[in-house]
């Protein structure tokens, strides 16, 4: 039996909702906008809604109204989440009715979608909020019936007494509830006793996805709403010089052109403040196209930006200045100086044994060199975001995977206090984590505050593409060392990147081999990078694997057996004290990829590649299958294996963990953004190729470890791995190893095609 | 500045409009027909698809002036009850993610099939290559494609 603190406090929690202006200001998005179907109109409305916590109303005929609290962005939590509420509420899911919640940090513990922690930090404050929620509707059962609350039993949103033969649902005791003090901590379910968590249930929005519902901040306006478009720099490097506003400003529809910053002068910046151009030109209208008409006809000056400093805070508010550098910046002048600090002695990060020793005396040394370039995020959806900011309030509307991170910004640029500025949590399409810099939200705000009327501001896919929080570039040298009985005794790694080294230097291959060292540069830029599904991990990952599978081959060993015997010796007898993945686990995923991919029955005509990463808390290891029709590689099937603990939704865990592997794929072939002078050389869809049907997998399997770990994470770990079981495939096709990606560009080299 | 008369969705809608503007920003700046997304506006990703005459146009792409007089069905046109075919497939096959590029992806299928009632898995790449998933359904819209040509 689990007993969990609670943490909610009623009271604190009405006082949060009387705080920000409007009680209950959510709607139900049916009865305001769209007809309800026939299921929901059958169940009915009550007429009075009681809330039991921030997250959870019963409404007096039993129906349930769940909040979810974390911004969706495609990864569906906007359904497990409440279906962790409502298992241990313990009601039935078709009378459940979800809610996005919108911003209030004073309500919910973790608004933040990103780093795959959504599920593994939401798991137990849901958890807790689910049964008090049940708790209290016990308790006013028991005072009700005036029989012992351990005697009552409920299910389905029905309680019952057997003793008494009282029945009742939980609307006829919703208001009473709603009047009983909070308890401190609640026993939560048995996992084995679950009966929504772990069962397959549809996204609650597909209904108004499949229908062109308005769900997305793109699609939203209210009365008045003026369109707003940006000019941006063409360049990193670059910045505003003079415009002509006027020559634009009479043509039609357009309303006010001028120029804003985005952060006022000295600002102290967060982590997520990143924002890559500070200045830049607003064209305002009456609608979408009139604006980009004027965009495209305004004559703008640039000027190269003198080197700047920045302030930025970090999480302990500890201050530090940052340095961005001047200069119009080149692919090729990157490559080449990643290749000098590639060479040079860099910040040793962990180091096991006498690694220098052991490459001394060995009779063999594998050395191989792995690049990968600067990545776009594309969301399908480009930025954009609603403000209408008064003189003493804002409402913003936007996608944001972080409100919490961009509501101090907004205070400080609009001079508002916190509690007047209300953030409500759009759908996003898409996220990859670029959408946790929310700089558009406060550009959206100023460009509202200085027009003086609603605004939604859209860049253009082409602003999109090219104003930055771009994946880094990175390189990676791995060398291994064998001794002269065939047998390896070191792995050193070096690895850097523009501005920062993707090492984990706590993840295997730490731990696994006796003399260890991982060495990390970064090299500063101006061109700004930002979270891009699973950090680091998404280049360190494919580095790593792809040299695994060279020294297995090296070795004469099976690339999964290979693999498992370094788990082994990381689970008897690890080196080092700080390895922070387990090693078991690890071997787990590999040994049921082996069995569900049939490793040991290679296929005719199919060129097979493994690949494992440990991230985000769990267990990934995926097998994919390649064949080459004509000079064509086709990808016919990739089977995962994941142990990321309890899986809430599996059917929408696989289809997240199908989109993983078919992002892998497509930027392991596709994707890359080279620069020229600062200027991003691709910036649309014509020139930036991305992974589309005929290029997918004809198939992909996602099998999951059963186990009763708590959650852990599930967006991310799936990406890493892909690209290395892509090389490691086109090797067995092709006799030639990749090392550079995307490896789309080097498949002529093999007389290959996509 | 012109005055069009378009079909969409089985009802004639009138707009005073710079002829240029592409049916894209028509059909969501002014008639507030939001479904049809903006991903690109230049024909690549698919997001704005519509279907015109029967066949799947990108809107981003073509001016309001080449409207008049076609037949335009739109997402929300597609169905009262959300029971067309390939509505059902892809509830039954819970394939959006985000859901951003849904809406055009749908309408690429729904043309498809009205021209294609089988189709074979080279014609559906065909049909559909053209609309970009960048969350990465596409093994999920195929197999609703087949699911709702089999209906
Ligand atoms: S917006 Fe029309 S094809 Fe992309
Ligand atoms: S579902 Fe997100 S772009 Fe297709």
């Known amino acids: 039996m689990t007993i969990i603190k609670t943490k909610l406090n009623r009271r604190s929690f009405l006082k949060a909702s009387a705080l920000a202006g409007g009680g209950m200001i959510l709607s139900f998005s049916w009865l305001t906008g769209c007809k309800p179907t026939a299921e929901q109109e059958a169940l009915g409305l009550p007429d009075e809604w009681f809330e039991l916590n921030s997250y959870i109303k019963i409404g007096d005929n039993g129906r349930v109204t769940l909040f979810s609290p974390n911004p969706e962005f495609g990864s569906n939590v906007k359904t497990s989440m409440p279906m962790i509420l409502a298992d241990e509420l313990d009601v039935d899911w078709s009378n459940v009715i979800v809610e996005q919640a919108d911003f209030y940090p004073e309500r919910y513990e973790r608004q933040f979608t990103g780093g795959s922690q959504g599920i593994r930090q939401g798991w137990n404050p849901l958890r807790a909020a689910g049964a008090a929620a049940r708790y209290l509707l ?9 029989v012992s609350a351990d005697e009552i039993k409920t299910s389905k949103g029905i309680i019952e007494h057997k003793g008494s033969g009282k029945k009742a649902h939980y609307g006829e005791m919703a208001s009473m509830a709603a009047t009983i003090e909070v308890p401190v901590e609640v026993k939560l379910k048995d996992i084995k006793d679950f009966n929504i968590i772990g069962t397959s249930k549809k996204n609650v929005d597909i209904e108004k996805i499949i229908t062109g519902k308005p769900m997305f901040a793109m699609d939203y306006k209210q009365e008045g709403t003026l369109v707003s478009a940006i000019v941006h720099p063409p360049a990193f490097g670059m910045q505003l010089k003079t415009f002509d506003g006027e020559s634009i400003k009479s043509m039609s529809g357009i309303k006010d052109v001028f120029s804003f910053h985005v952060h006022s002068d000295g600002y102290v910046q967060n982590a997520f403040d990143t924002t890559t151009h500070q200045e830049m030109v607003a064209i305002v209208g009456n609608s979408t196209w009139e604006v980009l008409q004027a965009k495209k006809a305004l ?54 044994g006498n690694p220098e020793e052991a490459f001394q005396k060995a009779a063999k040394v594998l050395e191989k060199t792995y690049t990968a370039p600067y990545l776009a995020h594309n969301c399908m959806e480009p930025v954009n975001c609603y403000a209408h900011v008064t003189a003493d309030k804002a409402e913003i509307y936007g996608p944001t995977q972080a409100p919490e991170f961009i509501i101090n910004t907004l205070s400080e640029r609009l001079g508002l206090p916190k509690d007047k500025i209300q953030i409500n949590l759009a ?17 959206a705000a100023v ?96 580095a790593e694997q792809s040299f695994l599978d060279e020294l297995a081959e090296e070795l004469g060993k099976d690339p999964i057996d290979f693999r498992l015997e370094l788990l082994d010796r990381a689970t008897k007898n690890p080196v080092g004290t700080n390895n922070d993945y387990d090693p078991e686990r690890y071997a787990g995923v590999l040994k049921l990829v082996r069995e569900k991919a049939n490793w040991d029955s290679p296929k005719e005509g199919v060129h097979r590649g493994v690949s494992a990463y440990f991230c985000h808390n769990s267990y990934v290891a995926e097998v994919l299958d390649l064949r080459l029709e004509g000079n064509k590689p086709v990808v016919e099937n990739v089977v995962a294996a994941v142990d990321c603990g309890i899986v809430i939704n599996p059917d929408a865990a696989s289809n997240m963990g199908e989109g993983a592997i078919v992002d892998g794929i497509g930027n392991a072939f596709f994707g890359e953004l080279p620069f020229k002078d600062g200027v991003p050389q691709k910036n649309n869809f014509n020139d930036y190729k991305m992974i589309r049907m005929s290029e997918a997998p004809k198939k992909i399997e996602v099998h999951f470890v059963k186990n009763e770990h708590a959650p852990t994470g599930l967006g991310e770990p799936l990406f890493p791995p892909v690209f290395a079981a892509v090389s490691n495939a086109l090797y067995q096709a092709t006799g030639k190893r990749f090392y550079t990606q995307p490896f789309g560009k080097e498949l002529d080299n093999v007389m290959l095609r996509m | 500045m012109a005055t069009f008369n378009l079909n969409i969705n089985g009802k004639t809608q009138s707009v005073d409009i710079d002829p240029a503007t592409p049916i894209l920003w028509v059909l969501r700046d002014h008639l507030d027909l939001v479904g049809t997304k903006y991903g690109c506006g230049i024909a690549q990703c698919g997001a704005c698809t519509i279907i015109m005459d029967g066949n799947a146009v990108r809107s981003c792409s073509i001016p309001v002036s080449a409207a008049e007089g076609t037949k335009i069905t739109t997402i929300e046109g597609l169905s009262e009850k959300v029971d067309h075919p390939v509505q059902k497939a892809w509830m039954e096959h819970d394939v959006p993610q985000c859901g951003y590029c849904q809406a055009g992806q749908i309408m690429s299928a729904v043309a498809l099939l009205e021209n294609n009632p089988n189709p074979t898995d080279e014609d559906i790449d065909n049909a559909m290559n053209g609309n970009i998933c960048r969350c990465g359904t596409y093994v999920r819209i195929k197999k609703a494609i087949k699911t709702a040509a089999n209906s």
């Open chain 1, 138 to 146: 016990v308790a006013a059962a028991a005072q009700t019936w005036e």
């Open chain 1, 299 to 352: 004559q703008v000056e640039w000027e190269k930006a003198p080197d700047k400093e920045i302030t930025v805070s970090g999480w302990g508010g500890n201050q530090s200045k940052v340095k961005i550098p001047s200069g119009l910046e080149n692919t090729d002048g990157h490559l080449a100086r990643m290749e000098e600090y590639s060479k040079k002695p860099a910040n040793v990060l962990r180091k096991d």
């Open chain 1, 427 to 443: 759908r996003m399409g898409g996220g990859f984590g670029q959408r946790a810099y929310s700089h558009h939200m406060v550009e």
């Open chain 1, 447 to 542: 460009i509202s505050q200085k027009v003086g009327a609603p605004v939604k501001m859209m860049y253009t896919r082409e602003d999109d593409m090219t104003y930055g929080i771009y994946r880094p570039t990175y390189t990676a040298t791995y060398r291994a060392a064998i001794d002269e009985n065939g047998k390896l005794t070191a792995i050193h790694v070096k690895a850097g990147g523009i501005p920062e080294t993707p090492i984990a230097p706590n993840r295997f291959p730490a731990g696994a081999v006796e003399n260890y060292l991982a060495e990390g540069w970064d090299i500063p830029s101006n061109i700004t990078i930002g979270a891009f599904r699973a950090p680091r991990s998404n280049f360190i990952a494919s």
